[in-house]
């Protein structure tokens, strides 16, 4: 089971241009969760999904956008990045609470200059 | 909202001694108390949780206690070994899917 993939590893954009980023599960959970990590700030979530067609917003939501058209995939989109949002992206799934356990995926690693 | 605080930042032990993180949170409505362990470059990984209805829970090396009266909790890691070194996140869960807040890390050095 590879669990949770996401693309690309790393980028390096520049400002005012367009990005997203991708993730996918396989584990058919319902929730999905999108997290930046910055240097002595920890993870801070962005945007949410509690299942496929509904988001939510998380504690850091502006300038960014999610989608959930299915349950497989929760795709990040920057419309016009800036470079306060040089971070590393995580995406998370888990069962279907808050509660459950979540599961990681490997990170992108982002840079706009 | 809910604040997570964790100490300390970075920890440096020898390997065979016990390590302790320690986190404190401000929302009383928090029920659940997951900590993961994060390797370089890779995503977190949950290593152990507890629930509000519990006060300690053991796996192997690896425990974690909870007061919630004073609304903090500690991971304890004993016999320590080098592959312990990671950095290590807790976070409060208040039962909304918005409401999952992290500390900041421990940075944990296991010196063989």
């Known amino acids: 089971t590879a669990g949770i993939t996401q693309a690309p590893t790393s980028q390096i954009l520049a400002a005012g241009r367009s990005m997203t980023l991708r993730c996918t599960q396989d584990?058919?959970?319902?929730?999905m969760y999108w997290y930046r990590q910055d240097l002595g700030l920890g993870l801070r979530l962005i945007h949410y999904s509690n299942t496929a067609g509904t988001t939510g917003k998380g504690e850091v939501p502006d300038g960014y956008s999610v989608s959930r058209a299915n349950t497989d995939d929760f795709p990040l989109t920057l419309a016009s990045a800036v470079p306060s949002q040089t971070s590393v992206y995580f995406c998370?799934?888990?069962?279907?609470?808050?509660?459950?356990?979540?599961?990681f995926g490997p990170g992108t690693r982002l840079t706009v200059l | 909202g809910e604040n997570v605080e964790q100490h300390p930042s970075t920890l440096s032990v020898q390997e065979g001694d016990s390590a302790v993180i320690k986190c404190t949170y401000s929302d009383s409505a928090s029920n659940y108390f997951p900590w993961y362990k994060q390797e370089l470059g890779k995503g977190p990984q949950l290593i152990i949780d507890?629930?509000?209805?519990?006060g300690e829970k053991k796996d192997q090396r690896i425990a974690v206690t909870l007061n919630k009266t004073a609304k903090h909790f500690s991971l304890h890691i004993t016999e320590t070994q080098p592959e312990d070194s990671a950095v290590y996140f807790c976070a409060a869960v208040s039962g909304g899917y918005q409401k999952v807040t992290f500390g900041i890390g421990t940075k944990l050095q296991v010196i063989p």
């Open positions: 507890i629930r509000s209805n519990v």
């Open positions: 584990m058919r959970h319902n929730a």
């Open positions: 998370a799934s888990s069962e279907g609470l808050p509660t459950d356990t979540q599961y």
